[in-house]
């Protein structure tokens, strides 16, 4: 049996852990609600822009701009979110994992996939099993700005228009709920745009300054800015609920340790006390006789 | 007129307005009650708001693109919208002077990505600059 000394430092020391796992669920717990409250302000603006180019895309023909125009898919950008720091159950598992079986599910059919990584968990996994990574983005997810979306997005268009790449697809955790986070895989290129029906068109008689075209090129890529921007927010509060959910199940087992622990220590104690007692009335009894 | 800018950390401004100009594509524009149907992309400028009964309100637009609807209804969705509260001064100096700095330093291909980043860099500066300079 170990000794009482034994006990109450590894009962301190499951006690610090406690502390910082519960101190990590709370900052969690936080950081996924400003996530969330991002997610709410951000749809009205979403949901106009959508809007606007399912009704642009319906008049004109698809093949009219390049962010529109299907060509056969030859070469593939496959753009991973994943985070900087672990502990988040398995946030980031859930995505690589998504990632590498659709590499290998695909790969037969394309001439070239490239693999573009943000966080360094990706990174790690993918390194391990020596893919080539075109470029890593690291420090993205602790901070999300527009800016930082918009930056990553004008790099991906870039290389789209350029031909560089026939198709783009977003792996990336969608949030549920803080212990639900669903990995999924989504076409950011070419756009999509929503099924529209042309006889609502609200822009039959609409001045078009300067062009249709100039619009069509300013509106397009705002989508793909806020497109990314949703995924990395949603990103961040999948990340944060599941590290919320697993620093909760850690703080409870390491309640549940202590009270073991505890238990323990009071036996040991005992048993050191009834031992004591023992002796002493063992003795008093030789004395007696 | 009802005016409403919408960005995505949400709806900045709603409300009357007597007019709106707003920094086109091609040039300056001028949205008056009554305006036909538009539809029209704007680049990084200022635009200005007619408040009735208030002074004019100045803001730093963003990429976007206006609609007006109905010669009544003008809706601006722009990726960035700040009014001269939102403004450090000091901070777009600096952001001017890095991004002069890193355009001179690109002297031979300006059609490049990283050329108009840095151009957008200076422009949105230079605009956040005359906003924190009108006070209004």
Redesign the interface.
């Known amino acids: 049996m170990p000794s009482l000394k034994n006990i109450r430092r590894r009962i301190a020391s499951v006690k610090s852990t406690r502390q910082i796992t519960r101190a990590m669920k709370l900052v969690a717990a936080a950081k996924l609600r400003r996530a969330q409250e991002r997610l709410v302000q951000l749809r009205p603006y979403a949901a106009r822009i959508a809007q606007m180019i399912a009704e642009l895309a319906s008049g004109t023909d698809a093949t009219a701009h390049p962010l529109l125009a299907q060509r056969p898919p030859k070469r593939t950008l496959l753009l991973l979110l994943t985070s900087d720091r672990g502990l988040a159950g398995a946030f980031n598992s859930n995505v690589n994992k998504a990632a590498l079986n659709w590499i290998l599910e695909h790969k037969d059919q394309r001439d070239h996939i490239e693999l573009r990584v943000v966080g360094k968990k990706g990174r790690d996994f993918f390194k391990a099993r020596k893919f080539e990574i075109g470029h890593v983005y690291t420090d993205v997810l602790n901070q999300v700005t527009l800016e930082r979306a918009t930056g990553i997005g004008r790099e991906v268009v870039a290389a789209y228009v350029d031909g560089n790449f026939d198709e783009v697809y977003v792996v990336c955790n969608v949030f549920k709920s803080a212990i639900a986070q669903n990995a999924r895989i989504d076409r950011l290129l070419p756009l999509t745009p929503e099924d529209h029906d042309h006889n609502a068109s609200t822009l039959d008689d609409t001045l078009f300054e300067p062009t249709k075209k100039h619009v069509l090129d300013a509106i397009l890529p705002m989508d793909i800015h806020v497109q990314l921007y949703r995924y990395l927010l949603e990103s961040v509060a999948s990340e944060m609920g599941a590290r919320m959910t697993s620093m909760d199940a850690a703080t409870k087992n390491a309640n549940d340790l202590m009270s073991r622990l505890t238990l323990q220590y009071n036996r040991a104690r005992q048993s050191i006390i009834t031992t004591e007692l023992t002796e002493i009335t063992s003795g008093a009894e030789a004395l007696k006789g | 007129m009802k005016v409403e800018i ?6 900045k401004f709603s409300g009357e307005a007597a007019g709106v100009r707003a920094p ?3 040039g300056e ?1 001028g949205i008056l009650p009554g305006h ?7 680049r990084t400028g200022v635009c200005i708001v007619a408040v009735p009964e208030k002074d004019p309100l100045h803001l730093v637009i963003d ?3 206006v ?1 007006v ?1 109905d010669g009544k209804n003008v ?1 601006i ?1 722009t ?2 919208c700040e009014g001269w509260q939102d403004i450090d001064a000091a901070v777009a100096r600096v952001d001017q002077e890095k991004a002069t700095a890193a355009l001179s330093a690109i002297k031979d291909d300006i059609s490049t ?1 990283l050329w108009q ?1 840095r151009r957008h860099d200076l422009d949105l500066a230079e605009t956040r600059l005359r906003v924190a300079a009108s006070k209004s």
């Open positions: 919408v960005t995505p950390v949400g709806v086109g594509a091609l524009l036909r149907t538009m539809m029209a992309a704007l990429a976007g693109y609609h609807t809706t969705t990726e960035l990505l980043a």
